[in-house]
Structures are given as structure tokens and as C-alpha cells.
């Protein structure tokens, strides 16, 4: 690496001992200096330097402040015993705040003091960093923050105020704080009132659910203030300009997991301070050309559908609902008949079944997604394109798409473990009807070290696009679900008189909301023009970017 030229070098004091304190653009790096004295020749005493040298990178150093360090003394008007070196000889310090990592993808938030012989060289480290803090173009100054009271175990509030607003006061970040009302709350203040260009990002404090509100606030936004109709699903869509932070609040937070490496609202605020970005996959799901929502995480049939149904009636058991939800449908065991036809990614690097996982600045996301961009038309949108589509009749106990990995706490590894996270493609799980034995078997893996797919009623695809038409679906303006569901039921249950009573339809849970259709057509989202993001080509499907990049 290029040797950065010095911007400071100073011996400063730190708890008792004297360091080799020195900061160039990229590094703050401290090294002990013994007080020993080591006997060199002609009967001079030199320090010499001992210990290891601590340094931080310049880009997670997160605030500096000058230190009062008489107050520091005191403690309730009663004084304290402070180090004699400190407070005879140094008595000038400034705190440094800077991301330290800790265990499993955790951030925290640590202080280092030097302390100073003079008040001028003290305040010239001040201002040395804060110039370095200034020139980080990529740190958000002004967020608007959205705050559902009500997701997971309903502490968005208190995580907010407790663990995050600290942080970003420390930072110096202004925020404008909304603490949601009612459903689509936020989705509606994004698309229609907000004033976007107040700010540098917004932060979303729940989970899936309000994430995807997020999504579709600032992405309907968007296209309608560039003129572009969200109901065909061949438009390049133009991409968003704020990221999207996310502090976990809610029962899955499996979009935040799947990009930091874990669910904790200290290490998010950090991410988001510091100016992360990672962009992702987001696909756009219609019914009969009209378009009903974007997916970024899950899009689940049958299963996970039928899970999170039964789960809304239970949102007062708080996150505890997908358990007890999980099980019982667990126990119905119900299959759905349909057609999957599937436009498998052929030009891509990678397959669902890598053992490599997907992490920030992930070299096929970058390759992938060059695939995609503008001056590279996809074959499969060419009019003269005729084949590429498999199709697929059967039962199904599920049918999954995974864009992302899927990662919560629940299953660590995800749904689909090797999911990338913004290569245009997204993973698409069929899981046959088998016996209840091998259904379990095949959940219990995503708990395991275990391979989920190596089971001979479970079939994985990566794909660009994805067609669902269930057996029963009678027409193309497909009646209301519910009411035929009821009425084919029945009828399914004449036909098989043996059969468990599976139901005609299942729903579809797109990100933890339910669709109102069971035929869906779905594809990645493809986006005008190309995302730079200082020297590194990002892949750029999705225009969605949160501030949560994975895997350091
Ligand atoms: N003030 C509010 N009152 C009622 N519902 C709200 C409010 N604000 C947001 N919502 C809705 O609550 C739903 C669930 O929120 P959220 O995703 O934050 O939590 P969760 O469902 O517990 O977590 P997860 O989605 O991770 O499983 C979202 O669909 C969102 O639209
Ligand atoms: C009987 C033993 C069961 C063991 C099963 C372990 C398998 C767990 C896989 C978890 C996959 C989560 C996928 C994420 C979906 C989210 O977009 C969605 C909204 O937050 N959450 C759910 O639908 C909540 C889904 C919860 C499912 C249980
Ligand atoms: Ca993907």
C-alpha cells in the first residue's frame, strides 16, 4: 500500500504511559513509549518503545472532542485521584470515539483519551481529525428517521432513544424523528410529503415489514418524479438517491442480518454513521401487468405463506407468533398444485449451491451486475429471444425465492445460504409435497450445518424471473382468494377423498406482508443508468441501497 505522508506525530500521554501518537489521512495509530530507561552506549538514557501499536482507520473514527480535564477530576463536587503525569504535566486532552470490532459482525462504540503537554497542540489534534471527519464525503449529516412503535416487541422507541440517538448526537447527525401512527404511515410520508432533499439518508427502527414501507415510499417516489410507470414490468426503473438505513426492531429483521452479519441497533448505527452502503437485489412482483409490490428479502408460497397468515392474527404474541404459527402449519402439512415457469440467470457467475458466502464489495455482485447495466441488454428482453423458460407443474409445499440470503436469527445461514445480495438474481426453492418427516428434516437444516437443497424433494434455480399460476386459478382477472379458496376447497376435497384437505390456495408472503393474488409474474428490477460509488462499480439493479454493507 502507498505510504500515506504524515499529518501529525506527537508523544502524548494515554492512562499513565507515553505514546507515539501519529495520524496521516488513512490511520490513527498509538504506540507505547517505556518509561524504562534502556543503558546505550557513553551512559545516555533513551526511552525505547515497547507494546503493541494500536491504530484506527480514519473512516471509523466517529467523533472528537476536546476534554475538560479539571471536570474530569471531579466527580459530584468531590475530587477524584487522577493520574500525577495527567494532571500536573498534561493537562490538556481530547477523546477520540471509534468503531472497534467485536465479537460475531458486532460493532461497538470505543473512547481513547490522549492527553497533552499544551492547550495549542491539543486543539491542533481536534481540528486535524475533525478536517479528516469533514472530508469523509459518504457520512450522512441529516436523517430523517422512522420509528414503528409497534414491530417485534414493540421497543422501537427505547432502542431509538437509548442505544441510537446517542450515537448519532456524538456524530453530529441532525435527525427529524416521525414515530409512525398507523400502517403505510411512513411509506406515505416518504412518497408524497417528506422533503427528501433535506437529507442524506433515512432510517427505518422496526423490521421487514417497515423496511419494505421504506422501499416503497422511496421508490415510488422516485419513478412517479421522473415519469416512469411502475406497472410495466419491462421499465427500467430510475434509482433512488437516500439510503436506507435500518435499526432492528421488529420479529425477523431478517434484511438487516442478512446484510450487516447480525440484528443489534448499536452496530447499525455505527454502520450508518460511518457512510456504509450496500446495494441489493429488489424484485417487483405484478398480476397481469399491474404491478402489487417490490420483494427484497423473501417472496413465499404455500409454507412461509400460510406461516405468516396465521401469524397476523397473532401479532399481540409479538415476535413468538412465528413459532407458534410455524408449528401449527407445520402440522396441516398442506400442499398447493401449481405451474412454476422460470427464466433460469445462464451468463452469471456463481449458483445456489457455493459454499462462498455473499460480502460487502462481493466480486460476483460486482461482475453480475455489469451483466445487467445499461449497455449490456439482456438477451432474455429481446423480442427475437424465444427460448430459456422452464417449466415446472407439481404439488408444492413451498415455493420460495430468496433474493437475499435470508439470514436471521432464527436460521443464521438463511434460506438460501449463498443468495447474493445485489446480483440480479434471485434464488427460487421448490420444495415438493413429501412426507411431514422429510418436511422437517428439510426445516430443521436451515438451523444446521446441513445441506437444505440435498434432498431429493427440494429443487434450487437461480433466476432472472418467475412465473406462479396455481392449478385452480380460473380466470385472468383471478376472483377474490379467499372466497374462491373457500369454494375450491371443497371441491378439491370431493375430488381426493383421501387427501389432507390442502386448500386450493396458499398466499403469497412477499417480505412478511401478504399479496392479494396467488398468480404472480415477478422479475429483478433493472435500473437506468449505473451506480458509482467512489472508484467501485457497484451492481446496480435495484437503485435501493441500504446502510448496512456485510462481513467485516
Ligand atoms: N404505528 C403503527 N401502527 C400499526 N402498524 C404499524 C405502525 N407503523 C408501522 N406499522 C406496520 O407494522 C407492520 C410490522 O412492522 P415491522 O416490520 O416493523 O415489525 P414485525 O412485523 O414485528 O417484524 P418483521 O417484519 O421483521 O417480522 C408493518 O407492516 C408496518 O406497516
Ligand atoms: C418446525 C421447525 C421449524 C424450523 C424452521 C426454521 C426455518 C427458519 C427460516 C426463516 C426464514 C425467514 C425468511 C424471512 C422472511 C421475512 O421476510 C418475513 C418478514 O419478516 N418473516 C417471516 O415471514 C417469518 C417466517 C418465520 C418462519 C418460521
Ligand atoms: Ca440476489
Known sequence: MEKQPRLLASQLLLKNSLFEVSLNRVLLTWKEIATKKKRVSGGIHHPFKVGTSHGVSVSEILAVRELDVDSETKDDGRWQKMPQKSTEAYPYAFTVSYVERAWQHRWRCSDVTFHCLEGALCQQWVQTIREQLTALTSRPKHLLVYINPYGGKQQGERIYEQKVAPLFTLASISTH????????????????????????????????????????????????????????????????????????????????????????????????????????????????????RYSVSLLGYGFYGDVLADSERKRWMGPARYDFSGFKTFLTHHYYEGTVSFLPATDILGTPRDKTR??????????????????????????????????????????NAASMSCACPRSPKGLSPAAHLADGTTDLILVRKCSRFNFLRHLLRHTSKYDQFDMNFVEVHRVRRFRFTPRYCQSDSELDLRENGKRLFSQICRDHPACSCSPAYSSWNCDGEILPHAAIEVGLVRIKGKILDENLLQSAQTGVKVHLPFGQ
Open 177 to 292: 424523528v416521525i414515530v409512525t401512527e398507523h400502517a403505510n404511515h411512513a411509506r406515505d410520508h416518504l412518497r408524497t410529503e417528506a422533503e427528501l432533499k433535506k437529507y442524506d439518508g433515512v432510517v427505518c427502527v422496526g423490521g421487514d415489514g417497515m423496511f419494505s414501507e421504506m422501499v416503497h415510499g422511496l421508490v415510488s417516489r422516485t419513478q412517479r418524479d421522473n415519469g416512469v410507470d411502475q406497472n410495466s414490468p419491462e421499465e427500467k426503473l430510475v434509482p433512488c438517491t437516500l439510503r436506507i438505513g435500518i435499526i432492528p426492531a421488529g420479529s425477523t429483521d431478517c434484511i438487516c442480518y442478512a446484510t450487516v452479519g447480525i440484528n443489534d441497533p448499536v452496530t447499525s448505527a455505527l454502520h450508518i454513521i460511518v457512510g456504509d452502503a450496500q446495494p441489493m437485489d429488489v424484485c417487483s412482483v405484478h398480476h397481469n401487468n399491474t404491478f402489487l
Open 358 to 399: 455473499c460480502r460487502a464489495g462481493c466480486f460476483i455482485c460486482q461482475h453480475n451486475g455489469q451483466l445487467y447495466s445499461e449497455d449490456h441488454q439482456p438477451l432474455f428482453l429481446l423480442p427475437e429471444y424465444k427460448g430459456g423458460w422452464r417449466v415446472i407443474r407439481g404439488k408444492f409445499l413451498a415455493i
